[in-house]
């Protein structure tokens, strides 16, 4: 995981401005910001400061590619055009603001204050300036707490919790429900004997919930509520947890996950606990190495973390799922800053951390590792893995082999990622394609000259082969039987180059003889069709399921810079037979055969019977290749690519798939929904990739001559993602779930 810095927001000096000189400093933290809330939908970060003034930051579209990190203009929470209005007396809170947080469903702003009252304000609405509209009082300390319960008549429960040693519970003053602005009026008090810290409501069940209060002295009490309160549960709160598994000093943070039944606190005592609700049992607990408390957290459902800062300004994420940390590093240059507030996006793709004067935003790339593959001196042209050969077997895992421009091919251990094997490239020509045949460890690599290799890995032999005009650019390989054992298959190999032509081999395997150590293996030219007028770039070969009455042998599908896609029978003749076109329907309602694509096909990907195509007019296009015809576009407004797209694979338990564009971007595909599941961002400009069922990760090489490895969710996050999305859709018009099952 890697972060980097987007853009850092500030109060812009002011000699005029009295927002913090007039403060004295409360204990040891400074005058500055005290309070921060991230409102996504609105793409706005807004601040409680410790004046009293509300301030809120439009958040910036920089792009993560600047050497530094620019900084915002502040933009002032009330109607007025200078931050002097901040501190005005009519609507501005008198003490400092200790907390801030939107109400779920009405996006109203809540602010709480050390002058012992809580501001509802109305901030996004279209036709007025931003507006306090209730100014609630009823506490006799600071309001340090507050949290929504949606339950019962709209817009359901207030509450907050004070230093006065109370929690209190509100509802909406009757008459109010048909009213745009709520009224809240008190309607029960927790009395308890400690300060409350924080507070949570969580409602797994309908009309009821559960609130869960955070104390100083280290324990967590429970409240049961009904949306019937008028015969509630339980009003006094109980001990939720053993007085073992309790923190040993002040809670000052608590955050659930409902979908998982799960609570998380921070704590004085320097930890992070999760906790799951309904037995009040700890599952893990995590301490501060750093030896200094977590100032707040931040809970990111989609990504399944929780993200904490800590005095000595380190950002620590921690997953609840592998259980350990996957960041924990100081992140602000020039200095170890407090942090005291955190926030993210949805999609846990950027993070936002409040320091007294300012606050930070930062891009996470996730999944990230690198291993340099030292040795290589040029650009790498494929990766893949195979089984190990009989000098290799103890080992047990598949080998990693790459080619590159340099003409070498490396085998690298799968333990260490050291070069274990080299096998040079003896021509003058250039390395230009790479693919494997399985079944014989058998690695083909193509070259600038039009050659073929065939790299005999057990024996360390190659033979090179003679056909094309020009660069080899692609390479397939293909068993025609309709079974492993049939006897009538056959292994074949297909090339493709920028004469547009295909040359078709086939590979002859002779068990050793009582006179030879080793298979003879021997590669055998089968014929050459004319089949695009401009260079190809990808091919696909597609068995005999497809249509086996009609294709016993299989298709092999070829596209490139003449924007076609051209599908070729397999058969014993010499030259391939057509089988036709792939068919695409243009914005004027007419069906072309010659433009599948508005730019360059750049490459191709199988699953079942759908063909996979990119290009560099940035879409990917699924096929159904039984019937010819175009099934989606999956494009920008899909959440796609916006620039040219590279590569494709599929993974094949699950059928997602995984989609490389030159922007660096990797994205991992429901493509039956037309939705990214998973996105990530890399430094390096890749060129393949290949998938690594074993390790669940993507091993790509780069332009750099290294191999980054890539670490995919785990498979259920996937599949949640999935279901979640189709749960909230309930199917959507064109969903390709009808196509699949029908197959």
């Known amino acids: 995981m890697d972060i980097k810095p987007l853009h850092s927001y500030a109060l812009t000096p002011n000699p005029d401005r009295r927002v913090a000189s007039d403060l004295r400093k409360n204990?040891?933290?400074?005058?500055?910001?005290?309070?921060?809330?991230?409102?996504?939908?609105?793409?706005?970060?807004?601040?409680?400061?410790?004046?009293?003034?509300?301030?809120?930051?439009?958040?910036?579209?920089?792009?993560?590619?600047?050497?530094?990190?620019?900084?915002?203009?502040?933009?002032?929470?009330?109607?007025?055009?200078?931050?002097?209005?901040?501190?005005?007396?009519?609507?501005?809170?008198?003490?400092?603001?200790?907390?801030?947080?939107?109400?779920?469903?009405?996006?109203?702003?809540?602010?709480?204050?050390?002058?012992?009252?809580?501001?509802?304000?109305?901030?996004?609405?279209?036709?007025?300036?931003?507006?306090?509209?209730?100014?609630?009082?009823?506490?006799?300390?600071?309001?340090?707490?507050?949290d929504f319960a949606t339950i019962g008549p709209s817009p359901g429960y207030m509450f907050t919790a004070s230093t006065d040693?109370?929690?209190?519970?509100?509802?909406?003053?009757?008459?109010?429900?048909?009213?745009?602005?709520?009224?809240?009026?008190?309607?029960?008090?927790?009395?308890?004997?400690?300060?409350?810290?924080?507070?949570?409501?969580?409602?797994?069940?309908?009309?009821?919930g559960d609130l869960?209060?955070?104390?100083?002295?280290?324990?967590?009490?429970?409240?049961?509520?009904?949306?019937?309160?008028?015969?509630?549960?339980?009003l006094a709160p109980t001990s939720w947890h053993t007085q073992i598994s309790s923190h040993i000093l002040g809670v000052t943070g608590l955050g659930a996950e409902p979908h998982e039944g799960l609570l998380l606190s921070i704590s004085n005592d320097t930890s992070v606990k999760l906790w799951e609700q309904a037995s009040g049992a700890t599952k893990k607990s995590l301490k501060n190495e750093n030896r200094c408390r977590f100032n707040a957290m931040c809970i990111n459902s989609f990504q399944q973390e929780v993200l904490l800062v800590d005095d000595l300004g380190w950002l620590h994420i921690w997953s609840w799922v592998s259980e350990r940390l996957v960041f924990s590093d100081l992140i602000l240059h020039g200095g170890a800053d407090p942090l005291y507030g955190i926030g993210s996006n949805t999609d846990g793709t950027e993070i936002y951390v409040m320091r007294a004067q300012s606050v930070d935003s930062f891009s996470v790339i996730r999944g990230i590792s690198r291993v340099a593959l030292k040795g290589h001196e040029a650009p790498i042209v494929g990766v893949g893995f195979l089984l190990p050969g009989k000098e290799e077997v103890a080992s047990g895992e598949e080998i990693l082999y790459s080619c590159a421009h340099d003409n070498t091919l490396r085998s690298w251990d799968p333990l260490t990622m050291q070069c274990s094997n080299v096998h040079r490239e003896t021509a003058a020509s250039e390395m230009s394609a790479f693919a494997l045949l399985r079944k014989f460890r058998l690695v083909f690599t193509g070259n600038d000259d039009g050659s073929l290799r065939m790299w005999v890995l057990d024996s360390g032999q190659h033979s090179i082969t003679t056909g094309h005009t020009n660069t080899v650019s692609c390479i397939a390989t293909a068993w025609t039987g309709r079974s492993i054992d049939d006897p009538s298959g056959r292994d074949l190999v297909f090339t493709c180059g920028f004469d547009g032509d295909i040359l078709a081999w086939e590979v002859s395997f002779q068990p050793r003889r009582a006179d030879s150590s080793d298979d003879q293996i021997r590669i055998l030219p089968v014929g050459r069709t004319k089949a695009h007028k401009a260079e190809i770039l990808c091919c696909a070969y597609f068995p005999s399921d497809v249509n086996p009455a009609r294709f016993p042998n299989g298709l092999l599908v070829t596209a490139g810079n003449d924007l076609c896609i051209k599908k070729w029978q397999v058969?014993?003749?010499?030259?391939?037979?057509?089988?036709?076109?792939?068919?695409?329907?243009?914005?004027?309602?007419?069906?072309?055969?010659?433009?599948?694509?508005?730019?360059?096909?750049?490459?191709?990907?199988v699953d079942a019977n759908f063909l996979f195509t990119s290009s560099a007019d940035c879409t990917i296009r699924i096929w159904d290749m039984p019937g010819s015809f175009l099934v989606r576009t999956l494009s920008e407004a899909e959440?796609?690519?916006?620039?040219?797209?590279?590569?494709?694979l599929i993974i094949p338990s699950e059928g997602y798939l995984v989609s490389l564009c030159v922007d660096m971007s990797i994205k991992v595909w429901d493509y039956t929904q037309a939705r990214v599941l998973w996105e990530t961002r890399t430094d390096d400009e890749l060129s393949c990739m290949v998938y690594d069922e074993r390790k669940h990760n993507l091993v790509c090489g780069t332009e750099d001559f290294t191999v980054v490895t890539v670490d995919l969710p785990e498979m259920s996050v996937l599949n949640a993602r999935r279901d979640d999305a189709s749960g909230r859709e309930g199917g959507?018009?064109?969903d390709m779930d009808d196509s699949l099952s029908s197959e």
């Open 27 to 146: 204990g040891t933290r400074p005058p500055g910001f005290t309070a921060m809330v991230v409102h996504n939908p609105k793409s706005v970060i807004l601040c409680g400061h410790s004046s009293g003034a509300i301030v809120v930051f439009r958040k910036s579209k920089q792009s993560a590619s600047v050497a530094e990190p620019a900084s915002g203009e502040a933009e002032c929470l009330l109607p007025a055009n200078n931050h002097d209005k901040l501190k005005d007396e009519k609507t501005a809170h008198k003490g400092q603001v200790t907390m801030l947080k939107f109400h779920p469903e009405s996006h109203h702003l809540y602010s709480c204050s050390a002058d012992r009252t809580v501001k509802i304000w109305d901030i996004f609405h279209p036709e007025h300036m931003p507006t306090c509209v209730q100014t609630v009082t009823g506490h006799g300390g600071s309001v340090v707490a507050i």
């Open 165 to 208: 040693r109370s929690v209190i519970m509100w509802k909406n003053a009757e008459g109010r429900d048909i009213m745009l602005y709520p009224f809240y009026v008190k309607l029960r008090v927790v009395e308890l004997k400690v300060w409350p810290n924080c507070l949570v409501f969580c409602s797994a069940r309908m009309g009821q």
């Open 212 to 234: 869960y209060i955070g104390d100083s002295d280290g324990k967590i009490s429970h409240v049961r509520m009904d949306a019937d309160v008028k015969a509630p549960r339980d």
């Open 571 to 605: 058969s014993d003749r010499h030259e391939l037979e057509p089988a036709g076109h792939l068919e695409c329907t243009l914005p004027d309602g007419f069906t072309s055969t010659a433009t599948c694509h508005q730019d360059s096909i750049t490459s191709m990907a």
């Open 639 to 648: 959440g796609g690519h916006s620039e040219p797209v590279k590569a494709l």
């Open 732 to 734: 959507s018009e064109g």
